[in-house]
């Protein structure tokens, strides 16, 4: 089944890769690079990874580098660093059946490397390159890997329908090499996973998570989703973005709430996937509040309701405390006013609703809202709103900006730790936020024993 010829391509191995690969040589080892650093040398795009595939086993490989290598985990492979590179080196293997949807019951070294190749996800994954002598290598393609890479297709090794039965995760890797690479799925691929979409049920949250960052991030994150929805693996990943589909809006949009929100992904400024996820479901929340018909119809409060399918699909994609307060600040207040008459007041209101932190973040998710509307990326009124945001943060936001402290108003009124404390620095503070050139020190200091007497007089 293996199909091999000399062919010559401009692959710059580093050092180390070298290194290593006549070590194995003089061992009298087979050695091949194989997996994405194969994929991505045929497409001329950086190999951030080497992974190189051997008959050698475990025991061998940690003979052949015995200083520089460890191994501890079920799959064989060998981490080894030479000097400032690490390879990642894992023996022909095959495997078992899959009991779980996941995980081979277990795991056998193999003699050939087509028999390793043979387990291995698409096509364009099961190649490897074995070097002959400068830049000169034999190429291993039995599932003419290569030729799909010149259709610029996503292909399963073998048939689709077991490769998705052995591990539900490849078929979100389809989606994501999908997005990443710009290619289309194949035909039989494609109608594999929408037999096989519920068992994504069977992968772990982080694992979808992870996939699922991979494909907001890539060069055609709007596409991936699309997939994700055609394929019905959206159903059983974020099943509230479906009820968009085909929702219209108002008459000052021009799409229906799944349009709109794909498209403010494909315009999100920022590379953070929870940003580019923020705005993907900042509208989440319109179909659960949709009231009218046509030209009259509202979504009152999509925002709050947003939030909180925000906060639900925090959890079950596992996001930290710190990710899901972040997601939900996000779509809490994107739906925020830029008006020139605003005061000072209700802006500093906004930031400590949003917080410092997340400003540019949610600035960002507005660019994104506007496109995805079919608006211009910005208005003068936006502009003035992004330069007064900056104007105001020169203003104190809470107490801990207040010149004074706790310490302070112990030492001048003589008081020990309690609330009361608390509540003389919480006036002092509201008397600075509408006067911020009272926020000097000598001024709150006077102002101390004027504020105790009329506290402790209510």
């Known amino acids: 089944m ?10 710059h191995l580093p050092a180390a890769i070298r290194q290593a690969i006549k070590t194995f040589k003089r061992a009298n080892w087979q050695i091949y690079l194989v997996g994405g650093a194969v994929r991505d040398s045929f497409l001329k795009k950086p190999i951030p990874d080497w992974d190189l595939a051997t008959n050698a086993s475990p025991k061998d490989i ?10 501890n985990n079920q799959f064989g492979t060998v ?13 022909f293997r095959h495997e078992g059946k899959y009991l ?25 994954n099961a190649m490897a390159l074995s070097l002959q002598s400068g830049n000169k290598f034999q190429l291993i393609d039995p599932y003419r890997g290569r030729e799909d890479l ?24 389809a989606v994501r090499f999908s997005s990443q690479l710009g290619f289309l799925i194949e035909k039989q691929t494609f109608s594999a996973i929408r037999k096989n979409a519920a068992l994504i049920k069977k992968v772990a949250a982080e694992r979808i998570r992870d996939e ?22 959206l159903h059983y990943i974020i099943p509230e973005m479906e009820a968009g589909y085909e929702l219209a809006q108002a008459k000052h949009h021009i799409y229906d709430v799944w349009t709109h929100s794909v498209k403010a992904l494909a ?35 999509h925002e709050v309701v947003g939030a909180k399918i925000a906060r639900r699909l925090a959890m079950r994609l596992r996001l930290s405390k710190k990710e899901s307060d972040r997601l939900w600040r996000l779509v809490r207040w994107h739906q925020f006013t830029v008006d020139e008459h605003q005061n000072d007041k209700a802006l500093r209101r906004f930031i400590r609703h949003v917080s410092k932190e997340y400003l540019k973040d949610i600035i960002d998710l507005r660019t994104a809202d506007r496109i995805g509307s079919g608006s211009r990326p910005t208005s003068w009124r936006f502009e ?10 020169k203003q104190p936001f809470s107490i801990r900006d207040l010149k004074i402290n706790g310490h302070d108003v112990m030492k001048v009124l003589k008081l020990k730790p309690s609330p009361l404390v608390g509540k003389i620095l919480k006036k002092l503070f509201r008397e600075v936020a509408e006067d911020p050139k009272k926020n000097r020190r000598g001024y709150l200091l006077k102002q101390l024993p004027i504020v105790y007497r009329q506290i402790k007089g209510k």
Request: glycine letters at 4%; proline letters at 6%; one cysteine or more.
């Open 150 to 173: 010149r259709r610029r297709l996503i292909r399963a090794v073998g048939k689709p329908q077991e490769r998705f039965r052995e591990d539900a995760l490849r078929m979100l890797r």
């Open 100 to 124: 779980d949807f996941r995980h081979p019951a277990q795991i056998a070294w193999g003699k050939t490397i087509d028999e390793d190749l043979s387990r291995r996800d698409f096509t364009i």
């Open 384 to 393: 003035l709103f992004k330069k007064r945001l900056l104007e105001v943060q």
């Open 267 to 301: 315009s999100c400024p920022s590379a953070d996937p929870l940003v580019r996820f923020a705005s993907l479901i900042h509208d989440i929340g319109k179909p659960f509040t949709a009231k009218g018909e046509g030209e009259a119809r509202t979504f009152y409060n």
């Open 62 to 71: 940690l003979q052949l580098f015995p200083k520089n290598s460890f191994y």
């Open 212 to 233: 699922l960052w991979k494909i907001l991030t890539s060069p055609f994150p709007a596409e991936g989703i699309v997939f994700l929805r055609t394929s019905g693996l």
């Open 79 to 91: 981490t080894v660093q030479i000097k400032k590179q690490k390879l990642e080196i894992t023996p």
């Open 2 to 11: 293996s199909s091999k010829q000399a062919l010559t391509i401009s692959l």
